[in-house]
């Protein structure tokens, strides 16, 4: 069982910056992928980034030139830098953990809420 402890969202205009945080604790797999997904209302869930234990990074088009993913193997944790923010990346975001040499095993954090708004 991985356990994922997410922090840094809430409240911010539009063109600001967050720092989103997800660490991990529990059965952790040396081979794994650490990303975030978000769900704004009424939509489904997407992908926003994620990174491999590899080093191997994707992003969402949306979010290209603005968000940069990172990653400290040593603190299990990911990371979420968020720059120029808009109203349209208003959603809860969400810290996915996919233990790779696990058995592919998905696992999900609580959430936590981004709203940008002036």
């Known amino acids: 069982q991985v356990h994922l402890v997410e922090s840094g969202g809430g409240l911010v205009q539009p063109g600001g910056s967050l720092r989103l945080s997800c660490a991990a604790s529990g059965s952790i797999f040396s081979i794994n992928v650490m990303g975030w997904y978000r769900q704004a209302p009424g939509k489904q869930r997407e992908l926003v980034a994620d990174i491999a234990s590899g080093g191997t990074i994707a992003y969402a088009d949306s979010v290209k030139g603005r968000f940069t993913i990172s990653r400290d193997n040593a603190k299990n944790t990911v990371y979420l830098q968020m720059n120029s923010l808009k109203p349209e990346d208003t959603a809860v975001y969400h810290c996915?953990?996919?233990?790779?040499?696990?058995?592919?095993?998905?696992?999900w954090g609580q959430g936590t809420q981004v709203t940008v708004s002036s």
């Open positions: 996915n953990y996919i233990a790779v040499s696990g058995g592919g095993i998905n696992y």
